[in-house]
């Protein structure tokens, strides 16, 4: 797993967990407008929330998934995820914000700026990094970078509170064993809020 540019990845179990009930949870609508899609920027494939998901960002979740595959070096450096699973992982990285909503935390601006600001320096010297973000769009990139950070500390502040309720009821455990039974409930919160997340997909 690169360290850069990391994605918020979850549990195997809980993204089965969510395929298996999707069905019941997501509606979809099949249609025919695969060429108006193609010529469209602002296509929708999906509402999550109330709010739209565009071309646009599933451009954005193409190009990450290439980025992270071209500074890792591997085979699948100009591959994209098939599109039902970028749209899957969009509703999972909704309802991670849904659930630091619930519990009472959120990622404040300042510390989003930080991460960002770390890793612009991190990649200044990194020319794969450079010259793959200027062909997309440097401007449009950290937009929704900043979006992704957002929702990373997010997950970051409900772990971190999942551990504090576990000493209160654990205090015997050691700290892998926190951290562990934390991720544990984390990855079963997931599951339940993209239960509660309202999305409609439309598949194309």
Do not use: H
């Amino acid at each position: 797993m690169v360290k850069k540019l990391k994605y918020i990845v979850l549990a195997f179990s809980a993204l089965l967990l969510f395929v298996g009930c999707s069905q019941n949870n997501v509606s979809s609508d099949n249609g025919t407008a695969t060429k108006q899609k193609q010529q469209n920027p602002k296509q929708v494939y999906a509402s999550v929330g109330g709010k739209k998901i565009s071309q646009e960002e599933m451009d954005y979740e193409c190009f990450r998934a290439k980025l992270q595959n071209a500074l890792a070096n591997t085979a699948e450096q100009n591959s994209c995820p098939p599109e039902k699973t970028i749209i899957t992982q969009i509703v999972e990285l909704k309802a991670i914000d849904y659930l630091a909503k619930e519990k009472g935390v959120t990622a404040t601006a300042k510390e989003v700026q930080q991460r960002i600001g770390k890793l612009k320096k991190e990649e200044a010297s990194d020319s794969t990094f450079q010259e793959m973000v200027t062909a997309f769009g440097t401007e449009k990139f950290w937009k929704y970078e900043e979006q992704r950070y957002y929702t990373i500390v997010n997950a970051e502040k409900v772990k971190e509170k999942l551990i504090e309720e576990e000493k209160q009821k654990n205090s015997y455990l050691d700290d892998k064993a926190l951290k562990l039974s934390a991720q544990q409930s984390f990855d079963d919160l997931i599951v339940e809020a993209v239960g509660m997340v309202d999305a409609t997909i439309f598949y194309y």
